[in-house]
């Protein structure tokens, strides 16, 4: 693969991560979503959710159980603090 097209890629998947926490943020409290509704609602096939939802995970931005996910504790403390900008 080229580094132009890794470079795609790599855009690409912090595009449906962004879309992911910001659908996660605007959710009304810590309610948590199913991954299907999740990936349904922003329109990305179920294996292109999960591996965002993995990396976001990882990283501790969101909490998944199950077949749920919601915003971290600490994303959300931040979105509060007006630090995630549109």
Do not use: F
């Not at 965002?52 to 959300?76: F, P, T």
């Amino acid at each position: 693969m080229s580094e132009q097209s890794d470079n795609a890629a790599a855009a690409a998947a912090r595009k449906v991560e962004r879309a992911i926490l910001l659908h996660l943020l605007g959710e009304e409290g810590p309610s948590r979503v199913s991954r299907e509704r999740l990936a349904r609602a922003l329109d990305i096939d179920a294996p292109t959710a999960e591996q965002a939802l993995q990396r976001l995970a990882a990283a501790g931005v969101v909490c998944v159980a199950g077949g749920e996910v919601w915003a971290s504790a600490a994303a959300r403390l931040i979105d509060e603090l007006g630090l995630i900008g549109i």
